[in-house]
């Protein structure tokens, strides 16, 4: 298959080593209660409320499985074409530390005879505007841990506090072949991705809120030669500190290794302040975690009736929405690209056109105009207030012709800021386009005697100065006057 | 009617329901015997005596309305009922210590779905009884606040871990008492006290609230003076709980209602390997009596092999451990119970842990931790689930030729306090025939079946997964033909 070329992190091309990178994501589940309580999962409540003696670990307490979040990791393993294991097992995790409640994590450990819930898929990305089969190894269940806090100004030695909220809270962890060739491609993968779980609806992927987290490791790989030493790298909050660690970790290894030094394997830290990986736990601390069958619990058994349900149920995925908005709409492949980047501005593109505007026109306001105060501000469109019925509104007084198109730009921003409809901004802002020709023709006759020069020109015959005259009928009128009448005027008065 | 301290729970419950006795007069004569006797016996750890008199007198209440109504008696099967728990099972702000200092001041902030199950029936429970640390030891000399007696002698154990409740029961103390059973410890100590002692069949009964020492070895289980009362307790705390995805969801049948409707035809099976070397003389004896009267009864007794019973033992070592170290791993003083601190984490977790333990328990989680290690789960953890398995076999071969496997509870005859603390091996062998019907998860019935040298001797009923109705249909047509069940341990 063919693909962009691999990064070279020296610059010098010609015989370098292959990056190699394999990605390890966890993303917490849409579900209303933790992995093995009855807890709630909600984001934000007040330290150690969402708790119970199960999320607490405390003596005597047993988890039950939660039965939605299998059906988010299946859901998953379809989406991702993956081969589900008709039975998996949980296991335990044995380390100490004070934000995991049992002083064990469950989780779905792989080894001989003990399979994760689903194994082999793929995902496909772009990759220098080709497709590109990314293997996923495995995706699995487990719990969260507690949140550790440590008050600001204790110092090394005080105290730290524990958030159990956060403890029991279910994970599911995908972890990728070592297929991708670059950062750039990591960035790719982790943003398509993103998109496929969101779509299908198994997580709200939110890297800033934690909802998704991800690690990466790296490696160097002589051209023929074997595999080279990798190192882990995380902590990185964004998509893009993920690129930039990548970026980072390549060009520290290469260096490492033109030293005639060698790699260390190791987990490495992402600064994001100083922009740089630093080695956090080294080789000797390698833990032992005494994986053993978590025998609290019965093995998961999913049979071919439930994933079939599961397949039948899936909600439509990014690239099969793309397609079907490009065929049913008649979308520019850009558009419909744009506005399948995320389940909420496909959802509001589709709920818009149902009242009414036109398919092309509302893709061109999502795609500009939302798109661009999307992006100023870093929002989602599920977050700001603009509903499909405002917008629809507002395209319908450009329709009529109560408000022109670039007047109606500055509503939309309003609207967002003010909460408010669209029609309600023009009135209070008084932007109703004008086409009352009586009041035009003052206008007219006004800027036609500011503007001598010009209009000998245009008398003369010579009409390209026409538009200038317009945009000063506009200039005079705040953008309002109607720039077909005030175009005829001109012309009418000038001929 | 004057209480008398050594009736069964049912007839307590057709005295109250009569009205010839009030639940309070026995509940204070419960007390009054525990305050007397108890200082010597130690079978409790906390008694919740004021709690316990105030539901009585509601029970007295609620006793004499139920007469007055013409609807007849409605109210729950052990209403006023003494029982006594053991002290793994988390009582909801009732201290719940599990013998270890590590949980000392630890309040569980929710009961036991055995517990709740209890209350619900109307069981006044008066206390918590004594047990080895976090149910590890055969003696209940491992207790961190020090060991419980036998009641029929009191410079031997009463076995262990449940020794408390097995005593209480003994002792007169209570009709009824719950334990737990990872490896023998409701059964073993049952046999040593003379009192009748069942672990259900793995799953039978919800795990949700024992304090764990071996997730897939631990069962909750009765005591009580015959079987019919063993059956009573066990219809109350049996069946499947959504809190525990390991408890079976399968019908729970009338235990009371079997007990006493005789069954021909149960056929028993006698393994040559339980009554090898290193079998008390005493104990042999009384058990092979017991089988006579078992043939004189019209039971079919029969020679069975079950050659992998001395694997038993090690195999369980490897697992129960393994699982402990894992189990016990969350006592590090952050949470909850005791906290040595310190300013470094990992020195506070390292004193917790060396100052809240015992020296058995400690043996325990570093065995298991071995059997975990990497470069050695091979050897030991996954070896040991492959003898578990053939341990499991050799059961299935049995029971599809006899019903019922019989054997003595424990080779021994209860021993001397302080005989075998400073030998490990000596004591794990006490449970030598318990440990396998742990390994295939089945039920086994302890009751008492004669004496030697004035010492209980115990034998043990082992039966098909969640068949407990022909183990204690065979236990009822026991008790019917013999008396040994009516004796009862000197007054001290």
């Not at chain 1, 058994?301 to 039948?312: H, K, P, S, Y």
Request: charged share 20%; aromatic share 6%; with cysteine.
């Amino acid at each position: 298959m063919e693909r962009s070329e691999p990064m070279d992190p020296t610059g010098a091309g010609g015989g370098t080593r292959e990056v190699v990178i394999g990605i390890e994501i966890h993303v917490q589940l849409l579900t209303a209660s933790k992995m093995f309580c009855g807890c709630p999962t909600e984001f934000g409540a007040p330290p150690n409320t969402l708790v119970c003696p199960v999320c607490l670990g405390l003596p005597g307490s047993l988890p039950v499985l939660n039965r939605r979040a299998v059906e988010l990791g299946l859901r998953t393993a379809v989406a991702l074409g993956c081969r589900v294991h008709s039975r998996s097992r949980f296991h335990r995790k044995n380390y100490y530390y004070p934000d995991l409640a049992k002083n064990y994590q469950i989780s779905q450990y792989q080894y001989a005879g003990h399979p994760p819930l689903a194994t082999g898929g793929v995902l496909e990305i772009q990759v220098g505007g080709r497709p590109w089969r990314v293997a996923i190894r495995r995706v699995h269940l487990e719990e969260d841990t507690a949140r550790l806090v440590h008050p600001a100004g204790t110092g090394g030695a005080a105290s730290s506090l524990v958030d159990y909220n956060r403890s029991g809270v279910p994970l599911m962890e995908i972890v990728t072949e070592p297929d991708l060739r670059s950062p750039g491609e990591a960035r790719e993968f982790l943003n398509a991705l993103r998109r496929l779980l969101q779509f299908a609806e198994v997580s709200s992927c939110r890297m800033e809120e934690g909802t998704l987290r991800c690690d990466a490791n790296l490696s160097l790989q002589p051209p023929g030669g074997p595999p080279g030493v990798r190192t882990e790298v995380k902590n990185m909050n964004s998509v893009r500190a993920v690129e930039r660690a990548l970026a980072f970790e390549a060009v520290r290894q290469h260096e490492v290794l033109a030293r005639g030094e060698v790699v260390v394997q190791e987990t490495r830290h992402w600064d994001e302040r100083r922009g740089v990986t630093f080695a956090s736990r080294s080789k000797e601390e390698a833990e032992d975690y005494r994986y053993f069958p978590e025998p609290d619990l019965v093995p998961l058994d999913v049979d071919g009736a439930w994933v079939a349900a599961i397949r039948e149920a899936l909600p439509e995925l990014p690239a099969a929405r793309r397609d079907r908005l490009i065929a049913t709409f008649g979308l520019a492949a850009y558009d419909a690209d744009l506005i399948t980047a995320t389940p909420a501005m496909a959802k509001f593109f589709e709920e818009t056109v149902t009242l009414g505007p036109h398919p092309k026109v509302v893709a061109n306001w999502l795609s500009g105009a939302v798109a661009a105060y999307l992006n100023e501000h870093g929002v989602e469109i599920d977050q700001i207030a603009l509903t499909p019925a405002r917008l629809s509104a507002l395209l319908l007084l450009v329709d009529e012709g109560t408000v022109s198109g670039r007047t109606a730009k500055d509503v939309l921003v309003e609207m967002i800021a003010h909460d408010q409809e669209p029609e309600a901004v023009v009135e209070a802002r008084g932007l109703q386009q004008i086409s009352d020709e009586a009041t035009l023709r003052v206008v007219v006759d006004k800027v036609i005697a500011d503007h001598p020069g010009p209009a000998a020109e245009i008398r003369a015959g010579k009409v390209r100065a026409l538009p200038f005259l317009v945009g000063q009928v506009m200039r005079a009128t705040g953008g309002r006057a109607n720039p077909e009448a005030a175009n005829r005027l001109l012309k009418e008065r000038l001929s | 009617m004057a209480p008398s301290v050594w009736e069964s729970a049912r007839a307590l419950r057709a005295a109250y329901a009569a009205g010839t006795l009030l639940p309070s007069q026995v509940i204070a004569a419960a007390l009054d015997r525990i305050a007397l006797r108890d200082p010597k016996l130690h079978a409790f750890l906390h008694l919740d005596s004021e709690r316990a008199r105030q539901e009585a007198v509601e029970w007295d209440g609620l006793y004499a309305q139920a007469r007055r109504n013409a609807a007849g008696d409605t109210l729950p099967p052990l209403a006023g009922i003494p029982v006594a728990v053991k002290d793994n099972l988390c009582t909801r702000g009732v201290p719940t210590t599990c013998g270890s200092r590590i949980l000392d001041g630890w309040l569980p902030p929710y009961d036991a779905t055995v517990i709740a199950r209890l209350r619900r029936a109307g069981a006044v429970i008066i206390g918590k009884t004594n047990l080895d640390e976090f149910a590890m030891g055969s003696s209940t000399e491992n207790s961190a606040f020090g060991p419980t007696r036998n009641p029929w002698d009191l410079s031997r154990v009463p076995g262990g871990s449940s020794g408390g409740s097995a005593a209480a029961v003994a002792a007169g103390y209570v009709p009824l008492a719950l334990g737990s059973d990872t490896g023998g410890s409701i059964r073993q100590p049952a046999g040593f006290c003379g009192v009748v002692g069942l672990k259900p069949t793995y799953g039978r009964v919800s795990r949700y609230g024992l304090v764990a020492f071996a997730s897939s070895l631990d069962q909750i289980g009765p005591f009580a003076r015959d079987v019919a009362d063993c059956a009573l307790l066990l219809n109350v705390i049996a069946g499947a709980d959504p809190r525990d995805s390991t408890s079976a969801d399968v019908p729970v049948p009338d235990f009371l209602g079997a007990t006493d409707q005789p069954r021909h035809g149960i056929r028993l099976g006698v393994p040559s390997e339980a009554f090898g070397s290193g079998v008390d003389a005493g104990v042999a004896e009384a058990v092979r009596a017991a089988l006579d009267t078992f043939d004189n009864l019209g039971f079919r007794v029969e020679e069975i092999a079950l050659p992998t019973l001395d694997a038993a033992l090690p195999t369980y070592y490897l697992i129960a451990p393994a699982e402990a170290s894992s189990n016990l791993a969350r006592y590090d003083g952050v949470r909850h119970g005791m906290r040595d601190g310190s300013d470094d984490l990992f020195e506070m977790v390292t004193r917790t842990r060396q100052r809240g333990f015992g020296a058995e328990v400690k043996r325990r989680i570093m065995l298991g931790t071995y059997a975990l290690s990497a470069g050695y789960y091979e050897a030991f953890y996954i070896k040991a689930q492959k003898v578990r398995t053939l341990v499991a076999r050799d059961f299935d071969r049995a029971f599809a030729q006899v019903d019922i496997v019989v054997m003595p509870t424990s080779p021994t005859l209860p021993f001397a306090i302080g005989e075998r603390v400073d030998d490990p091996l000596q004591m794990y062998f006490s449970d030598i025939f318990t440990i396998p019907v742990n390994l295939a998860g089945l039920p086994g019935l302890s009751l008492p079946c004669g004496f030697s040298a004035g010492l209980p001797v115990g034998m043990q009923l082992v039966g098909r997964a969640f068949d407990e109705t022909t183990l204690l249909q065979a236990g009822g047509a026991y008790q019917q033909a013999t008396s040994w069940h009516l004796r009862h341990a000197p007054e001290a």
